[in-house]
């Protein structure tokens, strides 16, 4: 069924969960999260060229989903206020046991501008470093994969064929570590010719 929306309609909360509020605006019914101030994705790979994917089971699918990590900002009242990303560093070392030293966001844009009115912020973690097991917290059960660069379509299409989803926004974050490699790659290639010339003079 077709809504006509007005820009300026209120929104209503219809019903408010322990996470999340079931909104009516204008007629348009979606979700939003009430527990946090933002999402954040984390994009990480290894200096030995390793992307970092976790597995989860997801109740809302009924199904095993391979992502990047993730989590939500300012999700814990009894703990003081954080930016997005400091949360990705947390995220990250609770959900993989990686820290990192350098968080670059990479883009922001809506979870799913049809159904939800949350914003999700992309991020790539640098110079990682490996303190603990990870696995989540408490109430998750993740499982980490280490797969390398040149080897994660093949990898998520196996992982497809067992049953698997996979969370579309993972080809966007493997679209920038991709461009990253062929930057760095190009990157060496004109240092070492130019090193050539020189020697050659």
Not at 68 to 88: T, Y
Not at 103 to 132: N, W
Not at 139 to 152: C, G, R, W
């Amino acid at each position: 069924m077709r809504v006509r929306i007005a820009r300026r309609s209120k929104k209503h909360i219809l019903h408010s969960g322990k996470f999340l509020h079931f909104v009516d605006r204008g007629g348009w019914e979606y979700f939003e999260h009430n527990s946090c101030s933002a999402i954040v994705i984390i994009v990480a790979m290894t200096k030995e060229g390793r992307v970092i994917f976790v597995e989860q089971y997801r109740p809302p699918v009924g199904k095993k989903v391979v992502e990047f990590p993730a989590g939500l900002v300012n999700d814990h009242k009894n703990r003081r206020r954080e930016s997005i990303f400091s949360a990705a560093k947390r995220e990250l070392m609770e959900e993989t046991g990686y820290r990192a030293e350098k968080i670059v966001k990479l883009l922001e844009g809506p979870v799913s501008s049809g159904s939800s009115g949350d914003i999700v912020t992309m991020v790539r973690a640098f110079d990682l470093k490996k303190v603990c097991c990870g696995g989540g917290d408490e109430f998750e059960n993740i499982i980490v994969h280490e797969v390398p660069l040149q080897e994660t379509d093949r990898w998520l299409c196996e992982r497809r064929k067992k049953g698997y989803l996979i969370e579309p926004k993972i080809y966007t974050g493997l679209y920038f570590l991709k461009q990253s490699a062929e930057d760095s790659e190009a990157f060496s290639t004109r240092t070492a010719r130019a090193k050539r010339r020189r020697d050659k003079n």
